[in-house]
């Protein structure tokens, strides 16, 4: 057996370390020179209002470089000129040109934020509940069986999209930011609520926490007496931006072990994955993530948006949907 460690192992554990890629560091990418500088100022003006957030696995292994800026994961992922309207991208641009104050910079994008229907259908005031006429921050009753809970620890991805209308959760406003900060409250409010029988924790991706905070939220649920609750769905990303979150992050064995723990209990765990294109289902991280997923006696159920440019033709829905359903996938919801 080599005591040496092969270069092929370093460059892999490398590989599946988690690195975001930012404002802050995008031009620092070797392959950002396949982008003209026109291009990659707009990434710099749009990303200044709206969230700009991607990694190494998407950019290493999901983008084609060759195909941008057409290429429909880049797309997915990195800003464009056309997300924000012609005034609004000149304002931030002409305060970018003459070197302004990030304090002014941020007032503005604030400014241009408020306009853009940061919470559609009154998300943050409709379908509150509450307890002893006390709102319960972060969690919508919707429909009736149905609870969605958005946990303070998850209210941020592995990668934003580009599509994304829950944006408000990422920009630092927090009073557009929709979170729940006590764990007990959704233990209560589903105790005092029989036909609650669903839980959809959502985010943000509740997949970036630590298994110990996710595993807060949902133990208090498995040891209710209650038990009417019978379903638990999370809703994430992390198949398609960080299927690592599965295999080698340092606290994968205990997520697949809480996964485990809710279907050992007789509950039904429904895993929402977000793919938006085939690209996402190729690589062999996302397909030995599914496959640890599913031996915990959960399904993944897949969602998507419908998007110009991204997969808005129906041989790439054919092709997703195929593929999905041959790891054992299923195809739930297109919007």
Known sequence: MSLFISQDSIEQSEQQKYRAITLNNFRKLPQISNLSEKEKNAIDVVGRVLPFKTNNYVVNELIDWKNVPNDPIFTLTFPQEEMLQEAHFAKIAALLEKDASAKEIQEKANEIRLTLNPHPAGQLEHNVPEINEVSLEGMQHKYQETVLFFPSNGQTCHAYCTFCFRWPQFVGMDDLKFAAKQTQELTTYVEQHSEVTDILVTGGDPLVMKTSRLQGYIDPILASTQNNVSTIRIGTKALGYWPYRFTTDDDAEDLLGLFKKITESGRHLSIMAHFNH?????????????????????????????????NDKASVWSDMWRTQVQLGLIPYYMF
């Not at 690589?283 to 993530?289: F, G, I, N, R, S």
């Not at 599914?290 to 959960?298: F, L, P, R």
């Open 278 to 310: 085939p690209a996402e289902l190729s690589t062999p991280a996302v397909a030995e993530a599914i496959e640890k997923i599913q031996m915990t006696g959960a399904q993944i159920r897949t969602q998507s948006p419908l998007m110009r440019n991204i």
